[in-house]
């Protein structure tokens, strides 16, 4: 479900128009014998937010560290404000008015949002001295014209991700860039934070700032890019104006198909009696105010072959009915869980593993994977006591058994030996999936299975869980995307404020509907059958 608020659509086309402050002209880049972009062409105006889509290797990162002076060895020719350049390094963009913000955010949490705004660029008395009163003053001037309210002197280990995210524009910003490239700048945020975002970007595009806006969330790039570029496989695709383009040319021009497949979005479902059946479920955690409520009254039941979804804004307690059903909630849960009609105990993972549960948390990198183990040694990790002989590990099983998660997955690598921090994200989730099919689950939980991943990867996660659904796996989606959750679910349970407002079967749900359920003031309501 769509939790976060998307701005309203800005008047397509309305950017300045005449020459390109930034342009790309028949760019090519290898690595070795990978070809990452080939004789692509990219060009950016004053006053612009143009956004670069495309799947994890279409090129677009290559790029933009080409143009911001990381890469600095290609073909083509790169120009700024109509003046062809040839940066050396970082620096020289810079120089140039280019500022980059990646992904993995570039601060020194130990300092203050003062000290690293103007980190290496200290104001100094007489040249020596580092003036820490003007710096402060500087960089509340700064934060004010933004509209941004954070104290100067506040440690930035200390705020938020949204708010580290504004103190990296603030830094570009105090170096004049005049060029703004953001790397999938909202998948991290809040809602609140992402609307906060989305506001200082088109103040910034108003005060001439050209925006780069790389991302995969088609929703927002429709509400707030003048123009899109889309690369595929190293080359340029197409570059049209946000009112010549609608979600499905987008997705068509990413990966050349759509992703929802009508066909496949009918599948049926049959289940008669319920493999899982939850009743009263509810889970209380403890904070600095004491015991807080955080669900309760949950009740549904989960068919064999049947895809419930659980939709709901952000804190509902969709992600809660997950763990304390896998019992990896940090708290006091209540309530009667069954398996095949016998009631279970579930104190903690292993007991639910040994039921036959299993969970894809949302957070992958953290929770999901070992980011510096290999492939096989991640499918392995739940099974490594089971698959061991005489206290030693089987390797030759382990192997067997990672092998057979990437045939039957799709997992592309170069082995499975790989290291999972190389793999993209979406071939990492499907390690994930992998890992928990490994222990030959009956019921699968997963938490947004395909945040931050393409939208070719998307895909080949839906047909997965449709087709492991097929098989007779009985499966718990939560997803934050309102028409992954209507695409995927055979019936969708509805969250406000961590109540049940509603159980939605496929041909009664919309997302007018859904909205109506999630709505806080449904919280206090009856629950809908």
Known sequence: MADREIPSAPDHGASSSGQPVLAASNVSKAFGGVVALSD??????????????????????????????????????????????????????????????????????????????????EKRIAGLIVDRRASLAASRTLLTSLGIDLDPEARVGGLRVGEQQLVEIAKALSKNARILIMDEPTSALSPAECQRLFRIMRQLAAQGVAIVYISHRIDEVMHLADRT????????????????LNEDRLIAAMVGRTLLDASTAMRAAHYDTPILTVRDLSFDRVDRSGWRQVISGVSFDLGRGEILGIGGLLGSGRTEILQSIFGSAQGR??????????????????????????????????????????????????????????????????????????????????????????????????????????????????????????????????????????????????????????????????????????????????????????????????TAA
């Open 229 to 244: 570029t889309v690369f595929r496989d190293g080359r340029h695709v197409l570059t049209r104006a946000m009112s010549e």
């Open 333 to 526: 849960v209540d309530g009667d869980i069954r398996l095949d009609g016998k009631p279970v105990a579930i104190h903690s993972p292993r007991d639910a593993r040994h039921l036959g549960i299993a969970l894809v948390t949302e957070d992958r990198k953290a929770e999901g994977l070992y980011l510096k183990a290999s492939i096989v040694d991640n499918v392995a990790l739940p099974l490594v006591s089971a698959l061991s002989r005489f206290g030693l590990r089987s390797v030759s099983a382990e192997k067997a058994l990672a092998n057979e998660a990437v045939k039957a997955l799709g997992i592309r690598c170069s082995g499975i030996d790989q290291i999972a921090n190389t793999l993209s994200g979406g071939n990492q989730q499907k390690v994930v999936i992998g890992k928990w099919l490994a222990t030959k689950p009956r019921v699968l939980l997963l938490d947004e299975p395909t945040r931050g991943i393409d939208i070719g990867a998307k895909r080949e996660i839906y047909d997965l869980v449709f087709k492991l659904a097929d098989e007779g796996l009985a499966i718990i989606v939560v997803s934050s995307e309102m028409p992954e959750l209507l695409h995927l679910s055979d019936r969708i349970l509805v969250m406000a404020e961590g109540r049940q407002t509603g159980i939605l079967p496929r041909n009664q749900a919309s997302e007018e509907r859904i909205m109506q359920l999630a709505a806080p003031r449904h919280a206090n309501g009856r």
């Open 40 to 121: 692509v062409n990219f060009d950016l105006r004053r006053g612009e937010i143009h956004a670069l889509m495309g799947e994890n290797g279409a090129g677009k990162s290559t790029l933009m560290k080409i143009v911001s002076g990381v890469y600095t060895d290609y073909d083509g020719t790169i120009s700024v404000a109509g003046e062809p350049v040839r940066f050396s390094g970082v620096r020289d963009a810079e120089d140039a008015g280019i500022a980059i913000i990646h992904q993995e955010l570039n601060l020194v949490p130990e300092l203050t949002v003062a000290e690293n705004i103007f980190l290496g660029r």
